[in-house]
C-alpha cells in the first residue's frame, strides 16, 4: 500500500508561486508504475480533481480553469511528484492532496495547506 506525503504549502500574496511536492513510499507501491494525481479541498467545498499524469510522465491532463498556471511533474528516480503553482489567487487558498492514480478518488497523502491572501 502507497503511503504519501505533501509537502511545500504556506502563506503567499495574490501573484505568488508555491511548489509543493509529495514524496511516495510503501512496500508494494510501485511508483514508476502508476499515474499520480494532485486535487483539492476548500473551505466548506468539496474534493477538486486539479491534474493527473500518467506514469512515465509523457501524458498529462490539467483542469482548462487551471493549466495556464499550475504544472504538474514527477520524479520516478526519486518517488517524487511536484505541482508549481503560479499567479497564485485567493481562490486557490486551499488543503492539496496528492493521489495515487487518475482522477481524485486513490489514495491520499494528509495534505499540505495553501493560503493565498493580501
Known amino acids: 500500500q502507497v503511503q504519501l506525503v505533501e509537502s511545500g504549502g504556506g502563506s503567499v500574496t495574490p501573484g505568488g508561486s508555491i511548489r509543493l511536492s509529495c514524496t511516495a513510499s510503501?512496500?508494494?507501491?510501485?511508483?514508476?508504475?502508476?499515474?499520480m494525481s494532485w486535487v483539492r479541498q476548500a473551505p466548506g467545498k468539496g474534493l477538486e480533481w486539479i491534474t493527473s499524469l500518467t506514469a512515465d510522465g509523457s501524458y498529462g491532463k490539467t483542469l482548462d480553469s487551471l493549466k495556464s498556471r499550475f504544472t504538474m511533474s514527477r520524479d520516478n528516480a526519486e518517488k517524487k511528484l511536484y505541482l508549481q503553482m503560479n499567479n497564485l489567487r485567493v481562490e486557490d487558498t486551499a488543503m492539496y492532496y496528492c493521489?495515487?492514480?487518475w482522477g481524485k478518488g486513490g489514495t491520499r497523502g494528509p495534505g499540505t495547506q495553501v493560503t493565498v491572501s493580501s
Open positions: 510503501g512496500a508494494g507501491f510501485d511508483f514508476s508504475s502508476n499515474a
Open positions: 493521489a495515487e492514480g
